[in-house]
């Protein structure tokens, strides 16, 4: 047992570096042309927070195996090197929550600040912001967590009568179970609900941050993950059915290739206006809603010239250009197709496990507990990926409400292409949700994840803490995710295969 314990140990070691070179390979295949060789603290903060949120979604499984290797012993510390998962679980939580709230909006202050100015100046401008905001966050922790900061636990209180110890057991059967001869029932089973009480008792101040950071998640990973849980999927099929079927002639191109090339300058345009009211200071409400129509509008031409390329390939491996292009639209369609039967059982272990009381079945907590009887990774691999698809789901989420609210800022994700402020942006939405991916996996795979640290945080404590647990009570985030996931899904049957119409001519509004 001790032997497979340390295993355990070294395994969480070399995945945790692996990890560390793994987001060291996005950055710097990812990062924009302009980044290179400069933006070291943001570059640093996206490693660490890319790496905060994967490993985070990793511990589960570990927290599973930790408890399994340890399966016959009476309680975790009887035997040799069990990892201390609570602690663990607090210290990445506690960093998480630092990471969203105070350095990724330092390291984008910085760097979105007028490059005009000082290094210092910048350094300064970006403090003031994230002071205010520690200020302001301190306050409402501080105030939370004095009025409200406590746990209420439904309790009963059983007794049952006394006897003395019988020399015999004949007086007892299947008809008479209990020591009472004018009860057909044990005392404890009879009891009244007058008998039910509460328990209160005082959260601990991390358990209590990691509950709030998982609260603001939750209104996030319910939005953008219910968006995103169908999208996700049907965009890529969708994409394969409104693929470019044939490659278009010359003339075809040089007019389309003009159009875009009028709209490149109205943007343009555009922008040198935009520019022309920051340096006088017009960076009002309009000036913003300018700015984020101006980005989208951007991001819109580059998907158009991509997709101009793909069907007027040029140079002499033209052909073999155009044969990629039909095998990556081959690979959406296989991808979109995996891609939605996970999301449909997603939506299925939702409906049959959490929302209908009692659960119909246990599902994917059963499939995974039969693949960890085939071998023993396996269903810890399987729980892995539904968890990493839930914040691809997210992310595919947040692209898409973006592309369509101008309220929501648009930040891509393009190879060689990102810039900083998009890529923390993304960690910051990455490492908010990652805490209530865990939080929503440990309650829908409560039984393949029972008797685990992870459950004692998000499963007991957080659904009794004071005002917060009628949200988890009443099932309030699963409902919204699962109405989210069928009214997109409503959505692009009714919308999805219709092709993309010409954008008419870009204005700003005044």
């Known amino acids: 047992m001790g032997d497979f314990n340390l295993a355990l140990v070294v395994v969480a070691v ?21 980044d290179k060789n400069q933006a070291y603290f943001p570059k640093f903060v996206v490693v660490l927070g890319l790496s905060i949120a994967v490993i985070s979604i990793l511990m589960l499984p570990a927290d599973v195996a930790n408890r399994q290797a340890c399966r016959h012993s009476i309680y975790n510390g009887s035997c040799n090197l069990t990892l201390p998962m609570k602690t663990l679980w607090l210290v990445v939580y506690i960093t998480d ?8 909006p330092f390291a984008m202050f910085y760097y979105e600040g ?68 004018s009860a057909r029932q044990c005392a404890a089973y009879l009891a009244t609900a007058s008998s039910e009480s509460t328990w209160t008792m005082r959260a601990s101040l991390p358990e209590y941050v990691v509950a709030l950071a998982t609260i603001v998640g939750s209104v996030l990973f319910t939005i953008f993950g219910g968006v995103g849980i169908a999208c996700l999927p049907l965009g890529l099929i969708f994409s394969f059915i409104r693929r470019p079927k044939a490659v278009i002639t010359r003339s075809q191109y040089i007019k389309e290739a003009t159009e875009l090339g009028k709209k490149a300058k109205e943007l343009k345009k555009a922008t040198e206006a935009l520019r022309h009211d920051e340096k006088n200071g017009s960076k009002g409400r309009k000036w913003r809603k300018n700015v984020k129509a101006v980005e989208k509008e951007l991001l819109l031409l580059e998907d158009d010239m991509k997709a101009l390329e793909e069907i007027y390939p040029q140079g002499e491996r033209a052909e073999t250009a155009w044969a990629m292009t039909v095998l990556g639209y081959v690979g959406k369609l296989v991808l979109g197709v995996v891609g939605l039967i996970v999301s449909l059982a997603w939506v299925a272990h939702i409906v049959i496990y959490l929302l209908i009381d009692p659960p119909l079945s246990p599902f994917l907590n059963e499939i995974f507990i039969k693949l960890d009887d085939l071998w023993g990774l396996l269903g810890t691999v399987a729980f892995a990926f539904f968890c990493f698809y839930l914040l691809m789901a997210v992310v595919a989420g947040a692209m898409m409400l973006g592309m369509r609210l101008v309220f929501i800022t648009i930040h891509p994700m393009k190879w060689g292409a990102t810039l900083m402020n998009s890529f923390l942006f993304n960690v910051g939405l990455i490492l908010l949700s990652s805490i209530s991916v865990i939080q929503f996996c440990a309650t829908a795979f409560a039984s393949y994840a029972q008797a685990t640290a992870a459950q004692e945080i998000f499963g007991h404590n957080l659904q009794s803490l004071r005002g917060i647990k009628y949200l988890y009570k009443y099932n309030i985030f699963p409902y919204a995710f699962v109405a989210l996931a069928a009214i997109i899904f409503l959505y692009y049957l009714i919308f999805g295969w219709r092709k993309k119409k010409p954008t008419a001519r870009f204005q700003l509004s005044s």
């Open 14 to 34: 070399v995945v945790c570096v692996l990890v560390l070179l793994f987001n060291v390979y996005l950055l710097v295949n990812y990062q924009h042309p302009d």
């Open 114 to 181: 007028d490059q005009d100015k000082s290094v210092g100046k910048r350094l300064l401008s970006a403090l003031l912001w994230v002071g205010v905001s520690v200020v302001a966050c301190g306050l409402a922790l501080g105030i939370l967590y004095g009025t409200v900061g406590k746990v209420d636990f439904s309790v009963r209180h059983l007794s049952s009568a006394a006897t003395t110890f019988p020399t015999s057991w004949t007086e007892f059967s299947r008809n008479q179970p209990c020591i009472a001869t």
């Open 97 to 104: 929550a630092v990471l969203v709230f105070f350095f990724v």
